[in-house]
């Protein structure tokens, strides 16, 4: 195995409806994997050994990932984005990192927090899906 690789090829997929039907979304910008946080739940007490504040693990919240793109007007990318815009639908979101044929993809359930688009004058046009993730899904 090498010591490095990058993430060229990498896709993410929208699986929407109850038998997903699978969507690529294309063009994507570089891609950065959800960060999810352990909540802390103090239990702290009187008796608290060497007077310290005490802790053990909460909640996991999925957290947030946003996903960068070119960002071409009436694409399929963009009716569907805009339509999950507007329904609030829960769907899945499935990330391959690599073009590795052997990459295991990783799957959340969330919806579309916001879509964001750009159009520069002497650049080209971006968008950024943000996705609220509830879960990740195990298959």
């Known amino acids: 195995m090498p010591d490095g690789m990058i993430g060229y090829g990498s896709i993410v997929r929208i699986g929407v409806g109850e038998t997903p039907t699978w969507t690529t979304l294309d063009l994507l910008g570089d891609l950065e994997m959800p960060d999810e946080q352990v909540d802390e739940v103090e239990i702290t007490h009187m008796k608290s050994p060497g007077r310290r ?7 996991t919240d ?18 569907l984005l805009t339509s999950l815009r507007a329904s609030r639908e829960e769907v899945l979101v499935e990330i391959t990192l690599t073009d590795d044929v052997a990459a295991v993809p ?11 688009r750009t159009a ?9 899906a943000t996705f609220r993730l509830s879960e990740e899904v195990i298959a």
């Open 106 to 116: 990783e799957t959340y359930s969330g919806f579309l927090k916001g879509y964001s």
């Open 53 to 59: 504040k005490q802790f053990i693990a909460g909640l």
């Open 120 to 128: 520069p004058i002497n650049d080209k046009m971006t968008a950024v």
């Open 62 to 79: 999925s957290g947030e990932v946003a996903i960068p793109m070119n960002y071409i007007p009436g694409s399929d990318t963009d009716v």
